[in-house]
């Protein structure tokens, strides 16, 4: 009868973070998405690489699910916010929801406001652009 060697993982979910930060930056998104899902459940900073390598592949559903993950297990990101709304806006949906997620995540690290401002004005913009229903 043979015998099945279960052999632990060799690298720390940091290195495996780490390793699809490297696929993803060569366009290797399946294996970065690998990577990522492996890392994710010790260190939940990779929901939001995971979102926005799905936002890469165009899974946009995808993506919207990581970043929702990734704002539960980090309340305090800013960039998980910013990018679901950035995912709203290019769908042209929920934009009320896109306006508050950007607002939050320029509240939360104002550092980076202007690009969280970004965000903001191109959906006010957007809604703006969208004509309103009589109501009956």
């Known amino acids: 009868m043979p015998h099945v060697i279960v052999l632990d993982d060799p690298l720390t979910p940091e290195e495996h973070l780490k390793l699809g930060l490297a696929y993803e930056k060569e366009g290797e998104f ?10 994710a459940g010790k260190i939940p900073l990779a929901y939001l690489y995971l979102g926005n390598t799905y936002f890469q ?27 679901l709304a950035w995912l709203y806006y290019v769908r042209g949906i929920n934009l009320d929801e896109a306006e508050r997620l950007a607002l939050k995540a320029m509240e ?5 406001q202007a690009v ?8 006010r913009k ?9 109501l009956p």
């Open 30 to 39: 399946d294996n970065a998405i690998k990577e990522y899902e492996t890392a």
């Open 116 to 123: 969280y401002q970004d965000t903001l004005v191109k959906v």
């Open 57 to 83: 592949k165009n899974e946009l559903d995808q993506a919207e699910k990581m970043y929702k993950k990734a704002i539960t297990a980090l309340t305090q990101n800013a960039d998980a916010r910013n990018n």
């Open 126 to 134: 957007l809604k703006g652009s969208i004509p309103r229903m009589p």
């Open 108 to 112: 939360l690290n104002p550092s980076k």
